[in-house]
């Protein structure tokens, strides 16, 4: 993974574990999260007491994470998510995950849509702007936040 240049708005290349593209403003976790008990299948919204964005909602945003713990349960909550509408709009972590990758697969098999699932390093984990754009190839630009349109909507 590489930093490009910037005057084109392009903030990094990622590792693609899911393709896809994503539009949004970013949700960067300041410590992991387990899925399973830590986010509310129904809502969207994290309901772990002791973490520190508890009550923030995933929903519809570029989440980025380190990484995920806990239970394997939670690619269940991730297919919940997705068949509900609230799942993240995209998902970025500085190392591969199977877990919420199969939960992204298996809603996607079950006709509920899907979300790319990409990685990159640390140090561009903490570059990241605001608002973002993911494309199916791993690139990740910069969007205006006066001018950012809801993920996948069309102009």
């Not at 574990?17 to 410590?31: P, T, Y």
């Not at 945003?61 to 991730?78: F, K, N, T």
Request: aromatic share 2%.
């Amino acid at each position: 993974m590489e930093v490009a240049n910037r005057s084109d708005s392009t903030v990094c290349i990622a590792e693609v574990l899911l393709a896809g593209s994503a539009r949004g403003e970013l949700l960067r976790l300041d410590r992991p999260i387990s899925f399973w008990g830590g986010v509310d299948p129904a809502t969207g919204r994290i309901i772990d007491p002791r973490h520190q964005q508890h009550d923030c909602s995933v929903a519809g945003r570029i989440l980025a994470m380190e990484r995920v713990v806990g239970s394997s349960s939670g690619s269940s909550v991730m297919m919940e998510l997705l068949a509900v509408g609230k799942a993240p709009a995209g998902l970025i972590t500085t190392e591969p995950d199977a877990i919420l990758s199969l939960g992204v697969i298996v809603g996607r098999e079950m006709g509920y849509g899907t979300i790319p699932v990409l990685v990159i390093s640390p140090a561009e984990m903490l570059a990241l702007p605001q608002w973002l754009e993911l494309h199916s190839d791993g690139q990740i630009t910069e969007q205006d936040a006066e001018t950012n349109l809801p993920n996948n909507a069309s102009a």
